[in-house]
């Protein structure tokens, strides 16, 4: 499976708004790309990334060529409880990609 | 400083050189082609797509992106829109697009009230000097948005993937 | 005409593909009116990392371990660590250990001198010496993403820590190394030095030129948009100045290498750097 690095606050308030940073390692090859005898590069690129906190969405994103290689998405979200975040990148040619991270909220 | 800004055409002019340049010499196994960008016709038309057919205000959404990029395939991009974030009044989503890249569309987020604070950050690849638009989808099905320009420079001696 | 500024066919010998032809002009006007070029080291209390020249966002990139793509290789690396391998299955830590201990400092010495070869290696070429005589596994491709995962998990260890260039065994090679970072090759006539020692901090095209410290090694150039090698970027620094490149593992790059640290003698290591 393809590494991801993932920056999670370990500790946080209850109601504090946490910043996650997500990092995953992919090339993104855009399928504008063409070969040097001109054959099409085909597009592989991650399409979908979805954050669940304790089973429940909090954000998603679709992505599209023009998201850099190994995609690097910062989003934030309110620590309610503690538990799990869960991580999942989904995209062509049947990728897929989890990741997860513990938070204690107190 | 010094910021020249290349058009597409001089791009154009150096890959498709450096392809018939390099065809003899050391095989690459992968060389870009210019192709046909979108133009700001095709943003405008990504962007109807997404909102339909609603007026687009411009204000309360910021985007932070250097105006002078070392490097187009990574620029780092922040898009944050001002929102109490309460359950009523919230951001639903943040889209963003650019005008001169193969494809309009960047990425689209989805938010909710438990966001806490409407603002993204990723890297994006700019193709060439253009306009950048974000845009902030409410939950009362307002539209708002911002554009920034940005001026992509290219190193003095091009890469090749080697 | 494609583009304004040149005439002639693409193949003819005089035509440079990277740098524009005022560009070329000034370059040349600077050269011939400067004559002899003397290059000069930089010194030593004036060098700087690239790093330095970087805009605030790339070097945001560099700094923070989860926003560093080169984390990516760093993190596959400390898998490759423990990974058994070959005929033997051993991991190079049943040999060595954890990582943390066994690699501290050592990427920042490296090209090394080899007593067996008489000559110094590379950190790419120990590794694969590794795997083979060792491992009984075979040797991973130059740039594969096997190897540089590996480099880079063994670089990092290093981070933050003084290059070392002390072994008196290197010199033949510095000096080696030396002579092909001033020697004039290429169509456009340009040794290393004129730009990186002579010019460095000065801007050509808009971008600031380098002095070209191999700090970050293995590392994250956005133009690349993956990891590579120093092999790497010397073989585009070559093509940008339209000279021929040498195969990868020549010992013309180990001997660079090996010029190179020594004259960043001191410096502190970055890896995985973030160039753009």
């Given at each position: 499976m393809a590494s991801a690095l993932i920056n999670v606050p370990p500790k946080a308030k209850r109601g504090e708004i946490i910043a996650i940073k997500t990092l995953i390692s992919h090339q993104m090859e855009t399928g504008f790309r063409h070969s040097e005898t001109g054959v099409p590069i085909p597009r592989d690129i991650v399409t979908h990334f979805v954050a669940s906190y304790n089973g429940e969405e909090i954000f998603s994103a679709q992505l599209f060529?023009?998201?850099?290689?190994n995609p690097f998405i910062t989003f934030y979200t309110i620590a309610t409880v503690s538990g799990t975040i869960e991580f999942k990148w989904t995209g062509d040619n049947g990728f897929v990609a989890t990741e997860q991270a513990k938070i204690i909220v107190e | 400083m010094h910021q020249p800004q290349r058009n597409s055409n001089r791009l154009a002019t150096r890959r498709d050189t450096l392809r018939g340049a390099l065809a003899a010499g050391a095989a690459l196994p992968i060389l870009s082609l210019h192709r046909a960008t979108a133009t700001p016709a095709d943003m405008r038309a990504a962007i109807a797509n997404v909102i339909g057919d609603v007026k687009l205000n411009v204000g309360r959404v910021k985007i932070e992106i250097?105006?002078?990029?070392?490097?187009?395939?990574t620029v780092p991009c922040t898009v944050s829109v001002e929102s109490p974030m309460t359950t009523e009044d919230y951001v639903k989503a943040i889209h963003v697009f650019n005008e001169k890249?193969?494809?309009?569309?960047?990425i689209s987020a989805r938010l909710g009230p438990?966001?806490?604070?409407a603002s993204i950050a990723t890297r994006i690849r700019l193709t060439d000097s253009q306009t950048v638009v974000a845009i902030g989808e409410m939950a009362d099905g307002s539209f708002w948005s911002d554009s920034v320009s940005v001026i992509i420079t290219l190193g003095a001696c091009l890469e090749n993937l080697i | 005409m494609r583009n304004g500024a040149f005439n002639g066919s693409h193949r003819s010998p005089g035509r440079v593909f990277c740098l524009s032809l005022t560009t070329t002009t000034i370059i040349a006007a600077f050269l011939v009116t400067t004559i002899p070029v003397v290059t000069r080291d930089i010194p030593p209390d004036k060098r700087k990392s690239t790093y330095e020249q970087m805009s605030a966002d790339t070097r945001a990139m560099q700094d923070e371990d989860t926003a560093n793509p080169g984390m990516l290789w760093v993190l596959e690396g400390h898998a490759a660590w423990r990974a058994k391998v070959g005929t033997t299955g051993r991991s190079c830590a049943d040999c060595h250990g954890d990582a943390p201990n066994a690699m501290n400092g050592v990427a920042a010495r490296y090209p090394a001198f080899d007593s067996k070869r008489g000559a110094p290696v590379d950190l790419e070429t120990r590794i694969n010496i590794c795997r083979t005589e060792h491992q009984q596994a075979p040797a991973l491709a130059f740039e594969s993403k096997e190897l540089l995962a590996l480099t880079a998990y063994i670089g990092r260890q290093s981070r933050g820590m003084a290059i070392e260039?002390?072994?008196?065994?290197l010199e033949p090679f510095i000096t080696a190394g030396r002579a092909i970072f001033e020697r004039r090759q290429g169509q456009l006539n340009l040794?290393?030095?004129?730009?990186?020692?002579?010019?460095?901090g000065q801007k050509l095209a808009g971008i600031p030129v380098p002095q070209g410290h191999p700090t970050g090694y293995p590392l994250y150039r956005l133009e690349w948009q993956t990891l590579g090698s120093l092999q790497r970027r010397l073989r585009n620094c070559l093509i940008g100045i339209r000279a021929e490149i040498y195969p990868y593992g020549a010992p013309e790059y180990v001997a660079l290498e090996t010029f190179l640290m020594w004259r960043a003698r001191g410096m502190p290591m970055e890896t995985p750097g973030v160039r753009p």
């Open positions: 060529p023009a998201i850099a290689a | 250097p105006p002078l990029v070392e490097n187009g395939n890249n193969p494809q309009p569309n960047v438990r966001t806490g604070r | 260039s002390a072994d008196a065994r040794a290393c030095t004129h730009c990186h020692d002579d010019n460095w």
